[in-house]
């Protein structure tokens, strides 16, 4: 067998599990994913993916129609497909409390290690608090049949929804952690065989134990969000003194220490990840005793939620100081853009404090409706832009799609009641709108025309 037919499973089939069966397949693989979603494995079976992600479709179908790629709710078919098992289970911030829950990733190794027979190697993907894979390593010593030799390592995930095919084929690193007791581990081998084509083109490859693995995600996600609250810190200053932040992130971006991306400044960060994470490592580390480490995520937390009041207090503004009754149009749902995923956005949390307020809220997004209406039923919806702007005192964007970026004024002077526009993500051209005869406000300071 060469490289390119090797037997993968992938146990869960979410956002992380589907991308990574699809595009394991993709690489040349023979690929089985599992979900105990009947629900989700029956359409991805039929080629549809059951939340939006650019070109993952296509993926999926070219490589279950050319046979590579199947699903199932059965663990021992996984067991008995091939050695090699991924895991990218959800790792969602506990009920009460803000530590990582790991229950999911538990569940699958209890399912999945009890029917092994043989060597096999089970690969972690899903993001954990540090210390995890020891103790489902302790987990796997228990369960596996006499005889067998289940082994586990763990390679962290850093794909980014909106291009997820693009991060899992071209990915910037790889990072694999292996048990540091174990001297005859496979990993190395069987992760430089899987990714061989990735590999030759000169992705770096970071070998190293579990505990750096995992830490290696989670520091890179608090390093992110720690960019972006910083940049929002900043632009609350720029707030008081009428400087433009966005400028100001351009002349420090220039200087390649820090970089421009992920300094945007607007309404912060959401989605399923970055919130999350940054509290489950800081849950983590007080638990191991560093109370004091990380003690300033506490302030990039902080710095984000009240970007959010930022936004609903310059919506009111723009109302005249009271949002009670009037027509407010919100342009974008989704956490970001290219993504259907509404999972703590900034966007429909403003949109939720203004109708708290007693405003008539009215939301559109490209792609995150079904999701919005699911987890925001007291919101009205439209269905476009300018359907969502009909008779609006108050339009604001809160995402940046490139349909509202590119939206010319014109086309919504004559649906609205005012002509009266917030941006929530210093999006759009404030020239352009000026000079239609919109007021124009930006979160985060001046803009210049
Ligand atoms: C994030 C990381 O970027 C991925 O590398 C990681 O693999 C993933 O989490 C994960 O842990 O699974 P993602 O949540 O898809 O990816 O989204 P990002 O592109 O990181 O954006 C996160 C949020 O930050 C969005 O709400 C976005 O609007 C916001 N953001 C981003 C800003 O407010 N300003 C910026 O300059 C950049």
Same mark, same amino acid.
């Given at each position: 067998?060469?490289?390119? #037919?090797?037997?993968?499973?992938?146990?869960?089939?979410?956002?992380? %599990?589907?991308?990574?069966?699809?595009?394991?397949?993709?690489?040349g693989h023979h690929v089985l994913g599992v979900d105990v #979603?009947?629900?989700?494995?029956?359409?991805?079976?039929? &080629?549809?993916?059951?939340?939006?992600?650019?070109?993952?479709?296509?993926?999926?179908?070219r490589n279950i129609d050319a046979g590579r790629l199947q699903f199932t709710t059965d663990y021992h078919e996984v067991a008995a497909f091939g050695s090699v098992h991924? !895991? /990218?289970? /959800?790792?969602?911030?506990?009920?009460? =409390?803000?530590?990582?829950?790991? %229950?999911?990733?538990?569940?699958?190794?209890?399912?999945?290690?009890? $029917? $092994?027979?043989?060597?096999?190697?089970?690969? %972690?993907?899903?993001?954990?608090?540090? &210390?995890?894979?020891?103790?489902?390593?302790?987990?796997?010593?228990? $369960?596996a049949a006499p005889g067998s030799d289940v082994e586990l390592a763990w390679s962290p995930e850093f794909l980014r929804e909106g291009f997820a095919v693009e991060d899992t084929l071209e990915p910037d690193r790889l990072v694999l952690?292996?048990?540091?007791?174990?001297?005859d581990s496979i990993a190395e081998q069987v992760v430089a065989e899987v990714y061989r084509e990735v590999l030759e083109s000169g992705t770096p490859f970071i070998r190293t134990d579990w505990a750096t693995a995992e830490l290696v995600k989670v520091a890179a996600n608090a390093f992110l969000a720690t960019?972006?609250?910083?940049?929002?810190?900043?632009?609350?200053?720029?707030?008081?003194?009428?400087?433009?932040?966005s400028t100001l992130a351009d002349a420090i971006g220039y200087d390649q220490r820090i970089g421009r991306k992920f300094l945007n400044a607007g309404v912060g960060f959401g989605g399923g990840c970055l919130p999350k994470d940054i509290r489950a490592f800081m849950a983590r580390a007080e638990e191991l005793g560093a109370n004091q480490a990380l003690r300033f995520l506490r302030e990039v937390d902080a710095v984000n939620m009240r970007r959010r009041g930022a936004l609903?207090?310059?919506v009111a503004d723009a109302? /005249? /100081?009271?949002? $009670? =009754?009037?027509?407010?149009?919100?342009?974008?749902?989704?956490?970001?853009?290219?993504?259907?995923?509404?999972?703590d956005s900034p966007a429909l949390n403003v949109a939720g404090q203004l109708a708290l307020?007693?405003?008539?809220?009215?939301?559109? #997004?490209?792609?995150?409706?079904?999701?919005?209406?699911?987890?925001?039923?007291?919101?009205?919806?439209?269905?476009?832009?300018? #359907?969502?702007?009909?008779?609006?005192?108050?339009?604001?964007?809160?995402?940046?799609?490139?349909?509202?970026?590119?939206?010319?004024?014109?086309? !919504?002077?004559?649906?609205?009641?005012?002509?009266?526009?917030?941006?929530?993500?210093?999006c759009l051209d404030p020239g352009m709108w000026r000079s239609a005869g919109w007021t124009y406000s930006a979160i985060g300071g001046a803009t210049r025309d």
């Amino acid at each position: 067998r060469t490289h390119k #037919d090797m037997k993968l499973t992938t146990i869960g089939c979410g956002y992380l %599990g589907a991308t990574h069966a699809a595009c394991m397949a993709e690489l040349g693989h023979h690929v089985l994913g599992v979900d105990v #979603d009947a629900e989700k494995v029956a359409r991805l079976r039929d &080629g549809d993916v059951p939340f939006f992600e650019p070109g993952l479709a296509d993926v999926l179908r070219r490589n279950i129609d050319a046979g590579r790629l199947q699903f199932t709710t059965d663990y021992h078919e996984v067991a008995a497909f091939g050695s090699v098992h991924f !895991l /990218g289970v /959800g790792t969602p911030q506990q009920q009460r =409390g803000h530590a990582a829950d790991t %229950g999911h990733v538990e569940a699958a190794i209890d399912s999945l290690t009890p $029917l $092994l027979r043989g060597q096999h190697l089970i690969i %972690g993907k899903s993001t954990v608090p540090v &210390g995890t894979a020891a103790s489902l390593a302790q987990r796997i010593a228990v $369960l596996a049949a006499p005889g067998s030799d289940v082994e586990l390592a763990w390679s962290p995930e850093f794909l980014r929804e909106g291009f997820a095919v693009e991060d899992t084929l071209e990915p910037d690193r790889l990072v694999l952690g292996t048990d540091p007791q174990r001297a005859d581990s496979i990993a190395e081998q069987v992760v430089a065989e899987v990714y061989r084509e990735v590999l030759e083109s000169g992705t770096p490859f970071i070998r190293t134990d579990w505990a750096t693995a995992e830490l290696v995600k989670v520091a890179a996600n608090a390093f992110l969000a720690t960019k972006i609250s910083f940049i929002n810190a900043v632009s609350e200053v720029c707030e008081i003194v009428d400087a433009d932040v966005s400028t100001l992130a351009d002349a420090i971006g220039y200087d390649q220490r820090i970089g421009r991306k992920f300094l945007n400044a607007g309404v912060g960060f959401g989605g399923g990840c970055l919130p999350k994470d940054i509290r489950a490592f800081m849950a983590r580390a007080e638990e191991l005793g560093a109370n004091q480490a990380l003690r300033f995520l506490r302030e990039v937390d902080a710095v984000n939620m009240r970007r959010r009041g930022a936004l609903v207090d310059l919506v009111a503004d723009a109302c /005249g /100081g009271e949002v $009670l =009754g009037t027509n407010i149009a919100m342009l974008g749902a989704a956490f970001k853009p290219e993504s259907d995923d509404v999972r703590d956005s900034p966007a429909l949390n403003v949109a939720g404090q203004l109708a708290l307020r007693g405003a008539p809220v009215t939301v559109f #997004d490209p792609k995150a409706m079904d999701n919005s209406r699911r987890m925001y039923p007291m919101l009205r919806y439209a269905e476009s832009a300018s #359907d969502a702007c009909e008779q609006a005192d108050v339009v604001v964007v809160a995402t940046e799609w490139a349909e509202f970026v590119h939206m010319a004024p014109e086309e !919504l002077t004559p649906v609205v009641r005012n002509r009266v526009i917030v941006d929530g993500r210093r999006c759009l051209d404030p020239g352009m709108w000026r000079s239609a005869g919109w007021t124009y406000s930006a979160i985060g300071g001046a803009t210049r025309d």
